[in-house]
C-alpha cells in the first residue's frame, strides 16, 4: 500500500524564522504525483502544489519551496522569514492508481505554530 | 473557491440513527471524494466516485455507503451513526484524477452523541 509520513506532528517557531516541513512517501507506481495543502485555523483546506514523478527540479513561489528527491523518496516544503499568518496544519498528499480511478493518499498532517 | 457545497455544515445525531451528507458540486467535474479528519489522523478517504453510479471503497469504508445518481452530487450515508463516526467530514473534487489537484468543501461537523 502506499503511505505517506509526516513525522512532525507539531512545529513551532518565532516569527522571521525558517521552517521545514518533511514529507516521506512510499509508492510501486513509476508514474505519480504529490500534492501539499494548506489548513489554516478556519479550517478550509486549500491546494498549494502539485509536483509529478518526472519532475525533480525544486519549485519556489515567494516565501514558499519545495523540494523534491526521488532518491530519498521525500518532498519537504520551506517557509523562508515565516509570518504568523503561516500558522496552519500542512498536508502532504500522493495520489495512487486503483485500475482506472485515481485517489489522493495524505500523511498525518504538521501543525505549524508561527509565534510573534 | 471551486463550486462545492456540503450540507448541513454541522448535525448533532444520536446513536443508532442513519444520517446523510450531501456533496454538491457546480464544475462538473468526474471524480468526487469523501474523506473523514481526525486528530492525529490527518486526512482519510472513506469512498470516492470516479463517474456517475461508479464509486469505490477507500481506507475506512466501514459503516458507510455512498451514491451519485448524478454529476453533481455525492451523498455520504451512515446507516446506522456511531460514536466513533464522530469527525469532520471533507468532500472533494476533481477535474480529472491522478494528476488534478483536489478542490474541498467547507466540510460538516458531524457528533454522535
Known amino acids: 500500500a502506499q503511505k505517506v509520513t509526516q513525522a512532525q506532528t507539531e512545529i513551532s517557531v518565532v516569527e522571521k524564522e525558517d521552517v521545514t516541513l518533511d514529507c516521506v512517501y512510499e509508492?510501486?507506481?513509476?508514474?505519480?504525483?504529490l500534492f501539499w495543502y494548506k489548513q489554516p485555523p478556519s479550517g478550509e483546506l486549500v491546494f498549494l502544489i502539485r509536483r509529478n514523478s518526472f519532475d525533480e527540479q525544486n519549485e519556489i513561489s515567494g516565501r514558499y519551496s519545495w523540494n523534491f528527491q526521488k532518491s530519498t523518496s521525500s518532498f519537504n516544503f520551506t517557509i523562508t522569514a515565516s509570518q504568523v499568518v503561516d500558522s496552519a496544519v500542512y498536508f502532504c498528499?500522493?495520489?495512487?492508481?486503483?485500475?482506472?480511478?485515481?485517489?489522493?493518499?495524505f500523511g498525518s498532517g504538521t501543525r505549524l505554530l508561527v509565534r510573534p | 473557491d471551486a463550486g462545492i457545497t456540503q450540507s448541513p455544515r454541522h448535525k448533532v445525531t444520536e446513536t443508532g440513527t442513519p444520517v446523510t451528507l450531501r456533496c454538491h458540486q457546480t464544475e462538473n467535474h468526474r471524480y468526487m471524494y469523501w474523506y473523514r479528519q481526525d486528530p492525529g489522523h490527518g486526512l482519510r478517504l472513506i469512498h470516492y466516485?470516479?463517474?456517475?453510479?461508479?464509486?469505490d471503497k477507500g481506507e475506512v469504508s466501514d459503516g458507510y455507503s455512498v451514491s451519485r445518481s448524478k454529476t453533481e452530487d455525492f451523498l455520504l450515508t451512515l446507516e446506522s451513526a456511531t460514536s466513533s463516526q464522530t469527525s469532520v467530514y471533507f468532500c472533494?473534487?476533481?477535474?480529472?484524477?491522478?494528476?488534478?489537484?483536489?478542490?474541498f468543501g467547507n466540510g460538516t461537523r458531524l457528533t454522535v452523541t
Open positions: 472533494a473534487i476533481s477535474e480529472s484524477g491522478e494528476n488534478s489537484p483536489l478542490h
Open positions: 509508492t510501486r507506481d513509476t508514474t505519480y504525483y
Open positions: 466516485s470516479y463517474g456517475v453510479k461508479d464509486t
Open positions: 498528499a500522493l495520489s495512487e492508481r486503483e485500475d482506472s480511478s485515481y485517489k489522493l493518499i
